[in-house]
């Protein structure tokens, strides 16, 4: 009878997802002159790449010019750092746009024009009036889900206001909560508004709350936290769950499979170091009296006592809104990858795969680094001062950069990297958990490890204007380490040139083997291939194909080194001279495949007949940033050859994600 009766649940789920596709579909078509999504968010839900909408009425009300657009764009970055797509949601020119620009956002936030705070009641009228419309967090909900996406950040909730069991002053973002199934990310509900009566009130909507447990929390915190209260993290409320961010990634899974017409709350304490707590408490009590002194009501109360309190608390509410909101967007993307792992069914334990399975498997071996990068706010570096600008704390790394950029290209990866028992170690852990990577032999727990770190100073322009780095933790990378593993069973293996000699030394003789791809990393660490290419060509015949990826700069080093009688001009790129370097040293050297990067100029490799050619790259008119565009065209390259394409296609492939990162800095 239980079978049974599961069968005619799974059968009406079935033809409950399929209706709602038609739904869907119908929706499009209908909506098609209203809805425009940008470019950039249709193409990473087209990859399948996590999505993390934005309200925007935090721009148009929530904070003055130019604090606001600062602060949009900013949340913006970080959400891109932590490996998603944002996408601000707002209305202009008589559509719903999913995806502003850096123009449309400016316009929203300079004042210079009325905006319309918009809910779902006044989704027809801004639109069929073709006025500017500013989301509130009901109307970035129902955006969000036409546009299939299913999580979005914002500040905080909106919800019962102070005497609104009396006034019946309810926020429609709790009804919209009951009824859209998108999960929210913010700092709890406004504490200028009735907390208690607002979680009674979700409850009633049948809308989970959960509040996001930090991963550095230990066990007594996570067990006393309470629903937090935006400038504080303490509402004196006992929170209905507590999930970490990976569970809360499984909640809105289920939740979306089980198709339920309702969305979720994740709500995320401040930050401890921004945390007003009493402080403010005293400057809402006076901006609820003011309230009722100057009659406000309806929408135009939570702006004005947001502005009622940043002023009596001289501008902390406001420092402490923004700490908030660049909070909840980190955590709120962590909870977009993890969901997007899920869905792809990436995460599987090494234990599971057998010898054949590996071999359909890329192993990648190489550096794990959390990067540090500032970005300059000024074109001229101010010595023995201090320096203005953007900073970000992402995960990095080459043989990491290269292992995340072959997964989202839907290649199965195996990762052996070292990293410390610390902050940074565990910031690396979950990075590669949340991307579907499976972690072998790396050096974690180990108190004699500490993790790498690199600090990047990138000028206006996005190119690198300086960089330190601690890079200790590479000496872990040994083969003692990889004594466990079977390399022979891999098709295909990657290492860059922070693994010692001797590993790459070993890899390059595993039997069954097929292609080894290597890159360089730098010019200092050229040598190693250099070696390696001749250690590999003392033991020949080898069965072993060899590819290396240098840059420019590298492929130089490595010319002088093996063919010290050609002489290459760099400035400008010779890349018929490129083309006779690179077939002059294969022919000495059979087993070896070169892949020179040479930035805007494209790359030059061997074509579909064998020989060396110009692969051109298309041209970039605006640049993000360079970062990373060299390891995710290795990855692309490697998850083509992985599934069998020519090395050309692959190419090709890898060229079209790097000018994808250098457009996006994704």
């Not at 915190?221 to 990634?249: D, H, K, W, Y």
């Not at 291939?529 to 001749?534: G, S, T």
Request: aromatic content about 6%; glycine content about 8%; overall charge negative.
């Amino acid at each position: 009878r239980m079978q049974s009766m599961m069968s005619r649940i799974s059968l009406f789920g079935g033809i409950l997802a399929q209706v709602r596709c038609l739904h869907a579909a119908s929706t499009h078509r209908l909506g098609q002159h209203v809805l425009r999504v940008s470019d950039e968010v249709a193409q990473a839900l087209a990859d399948n790449t996590p999505v993390v909408s934005l309200e925007s009425t935090i721009i148009s009300h929530g904070m003055d010019y130019p604090a606001n657009v600062e602060t949009a764009l900013a949340v913006e970055n970080i959400i891109r750092e932590e490996g998603c797509i944002p996408a601000t949601i707002g209305i202009l020119n008589g559509q719903v746009v999913v995806g502003l620009s850096r123009d449309e956002i400016e316009v929203l936030g300079n004042k210079k024009l009325p905006v319309i705070k918009t809910s779902r009641r006044d989704l027809a009228h801004v639109l069929s009036k073709k006025l500017l419309g500013a989301t509130t967090v009901s109307g970035t909900m129902i955006a969000s889900h036409v546009a299939g996406i299913p999580i979005f950040v914002t500040g905080g909730l909106g919800g019962v206001h102070r005497d609104g069991h009396v006034t019946m002053d309810v926020s429609a973002d709790l009804y919209e909560l009951g009824k859209t199934p998108v999960a929210v990310v913010s700092a709890g509900v406004k504490s200028v508004l009735d907390i208690q009566r607002t979680l009674e009130v979700l409850e009633t909507q049948g809308v989970f709350v959960g509040t996001v447990a930090a991963s550095d929390d230990n066990i007594q915190e996570i067990s006393t936290l309470q629903f937090p209260a935006f400038f504080s993290r303490n509402s004196g409320m006992e929170s209905p769950n507590v999930v970490t961010e990976e569970e809360a990634a499984g909640v809105l899974h289920a939740n979306l499979s089980l198709g339920l017409e309702c969305g979720m709350l994740f709500a995320v304490p401040i930050p401890t170091e921004s945390d007003l707590g009493e402080y403010v408490n005293e400057a809402i009590e006076d901006g609820v009296i003011a309230l009722k002194e100057y009659n406000i009501t309806g929408k135009d109360v939570t702006p004005y006592l947001l502005r009622f309190v940043n002023k009596a608390t001289e501008g902390r509410s406001l420092q402490a809104n923004i700490a908030l909101v660049k909070n909840n967007a980190r955590v709120g993307s962590r909870i977009a990858r993890h969901h997007k792992a899920i869905q792809l069914n990436q995460v599987r334990p090494l234990s599971t795969v057998g010898k054949d399975a590996n071999h359909q498997r890329l192993l990648v071996l190489g550096g794990s680094v959390c990067d540090v990068t500032m970005k300059m706010n000024n074109p001229k570096f101010l010595p023995s001062t201090t320096n203005y600008g953007d900073m970000f704390i992402s995960v990095g790394g080459v043989a990491r950069n290269v292992a995340c950029a072959a997964a989202k290209c839907d290649a199965r990866v195996d990762f052996f990297t070292a990293f410390g028992n610390d902050y940074f170690g565990n910031m690396i852990k979950h990075d590669l958990e949340s991307h579907g990577i499976n972690q072998i032999n790396f050096a974690a727990g180990n108190d004699d490890v500490r993790t790498a770190v690199y600090n990047a100073w990138i000028k206006q322009d996005g190119s690198l204007f300086a960089a330190m780095a601690d890079m200790k933790a590479f000496s872990f990378l040994d083969e003692t380490m990889l004594a466990n593993t079977t390399v022979g069973e891999y098709r295909i293996a990657f290492a860059d040139c922070n693994c010692t000699q001797t590993l790459l030394n070993n890899v390059a003789t595993s039997p069954n083997l097929d292609t080894f791809f290597v890159d360089p990393t730098s010019v200092p660490k050229t040598m190693k291939i250099v070696d390696l290419v001749k250690e590999m060509h003392s033991n020949a015949p080898t069965a072993v194909k060899l590819m290396i990826s240098p840059s420019e700069e590298e492929f130089d080093y490595i010319c002088k080194k093996l063919i010290p009688e050609h002489e290459l001009i760099m400035n400008p790129i010779d890349i018929p001279g490129v083309i006779g370097a690179a077939t002059k040293i294969s022919s000495l050297y059979p087993f070896l495949t070169l892949i020179v990067t040479l930035g805007r100029d494209g790359v030059v490799s061997r074509g579909d007949d064998n020989h060396y050619v110009h692969f051109p790259s298309e041209v970039v008119e605006c640049v993000e940033s360079v970062t990373g565009a060299g390891d995710s065209f290795n990855g692309a390259v490697l998850a083509a050859l992985q599934t069998g394409s020519s090395l050309s296609d692959a190419i090709s492939k890898g060229i079209s994600m790097a000018v994808h990162v250098i457009r996006t800095h994704l």
